[in-house]
């Protein structure tokens, strides 16, 4: 069965309260869900996305329709998969071009900065909502594998199995030099007015474009782009400035399918979500992810030079220091970090077998 929904899960009355300071007084998810829920309401799978995905992770479309779905790892004979849009997002929940409630008119730029934990807090609330108090477990890749990690930081008694794939606990200098230059793109065009872009008929497109090109190449590998265009180009002819090598024209297809999907602002506080995320700057806070008996199983790509396998690696070494019960397993993938969207060999049967693995 599937299932797909929006909820009210912050009001004036029970508003959000952020971890920067302030408060969101409303709050609605877009959310969707796989399979039969169990009476015991104990085969609950909360998938977390990243950054640029949504709550369509499983059927026809999905973004891990290779993951989720009968007999796949994530089973929905077997269990039952919820995956919702991230606060801050732009896929049906509330984010920066949603309208504030104390004007009426669309957030931009005075919509509140966010974290980790306040998107997981997101998550709690709809988990209280669904009637469901213990998750069988939580996955999720990049981003999405940060909020499964704060998760048993925040509320270490609600996961038995997390599963964190190209994910990080701290980004690099690097990392955070990636995202600057992106959101440069963004708030230098002209288009973007400051954040009050929304219902003015422009749009910083060429600013999220840029962005997206530059993020893309550094979500698969050099030996994977090489393989694919090399040094190909779409017409012989004379030397141009326009587009003419194949891989320009992929980069090019690349931000025309995400200029229709993705929203500038959202770009830019979730890009700056995973910049300030530190988890384990908290000295007590890899024990307090494992107090409750999760099972972690950490997955990182040999080729992945975004989130490269000495990230995941860090994340294992708190764990297990602090006697958490951890697993880091590396699977050799020509793809670099959106192999965690493909299925290179070994990758979804470590994460099946990790999936019915008996807790304690
Ligand atoms: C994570 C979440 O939570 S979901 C996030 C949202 N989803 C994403 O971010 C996925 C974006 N990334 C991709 O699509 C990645 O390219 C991958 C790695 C996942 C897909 O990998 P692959 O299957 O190897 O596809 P590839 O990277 O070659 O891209 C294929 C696309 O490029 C196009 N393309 C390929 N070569 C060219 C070319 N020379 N010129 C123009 N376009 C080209 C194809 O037509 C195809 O287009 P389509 O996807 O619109 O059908
Ligand atoms: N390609 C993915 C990976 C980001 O880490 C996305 O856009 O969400």
């Not at 981003?143 to 794939?165: K, N, T």
């Not at 474009?209 to 994977?224: L, Q």
């Not at 299925?343 to 999936?355: A, I, N, S, T």
Request: aromatic fraction near 8%; include cysteine; charged fraction near 20%.
């Amino acid at each position: 069965m599937t299932d797909a929904g929006r909820v009210v899960l912050a009001t004036g009355d029970d508003p959000l309260v952020l971890e920067h300071g302030g408060h969101l007084d409303h709050v609605e998810v877009a959310y969707e869900t796989w399979g039969e829920l169990a009476p015991a309401r104990d085969n609950v799978v909360f998938v977390c996305h990243a950054l640029t995905g949504d709550a369509h992770a499983g059927g026809e479309g999905g973004w891990w329709a290779n993951l989720v779905g009968p007999g796949r790892p994530l089973d929905t004979d077997r269990f039952h998969v919820v995956c919702a849009n991230l606060l801050g997002g732009c896929r049906g929940t509330t984010g920066p071009s949603s309208p504030d409630p104390a004007t009426g008119r669309p957030w931009g730029l005075d919509f509140p900065l966010l974290t980790v934990r306040d998107l997981v807090a997101v998550h709690r609330r709809l988990l209280t909502h669904l009637g469901v108090e213990r998750l069988h477990a939580a996955i999720g890749g990049s981003l999405g594998g940060m909020q499964v990690l704060q998760w048993a930081v925040d509320d270490p008694a609600a996961i038995d199995r997390a599963v964190l794939v190209a994910a990080s606990s701290r980004l690099s200098a690097q990392g955070i030099a990636f995202s600057a230059v992106a959101r440069d793109a963004i708030m230098r065009d002209p288009d973007f007015q400051g954040g009050r872009y929304v219902g003015s008929g422009r749009r910083p497109d060429h600013g999220l474009a840029v962005a997206r090109r530059m993020a893309h190449i550094t979500y698969v590998s050099e030996g994977s782009l090489e393989a694919k265009f090399g040094r190909d180009r779409i017409a012989d002819g004379p030397p141009t400035h326009a587009t003419d090598f194949q891989v320009e024209a992929y980069l090019d297809h690349q931000a025309e399918v995400f200029l229709a999907r993705f929203d500038a602002l959202s770009y830019l506080y979730l890009t700056r979500v995973m910049d300030y995320f530190d988890p384990f700057s908290d000295a007590g806070a890899a024990a307090r992810a494992g107090s409750g008996g999760t099972d972690f199983l950490v997955v990182s790509f040999d080729t992945d030079w975004r989130f490269p396998t000495a990230q995941s690696r860090r994340i294992h070494d708190h764990l297990a220091a602090a006697g958490a019960r951890s697993r880091h397993v590396e699977i050799a993938s020509p793809w670099g970090h959106d192999s965690f969207l493909l299925e290179p060999p070994g990758y979804h049967d470590v994460v099946r077998q990790h999936l019915v693995r008996h807790p304690g």
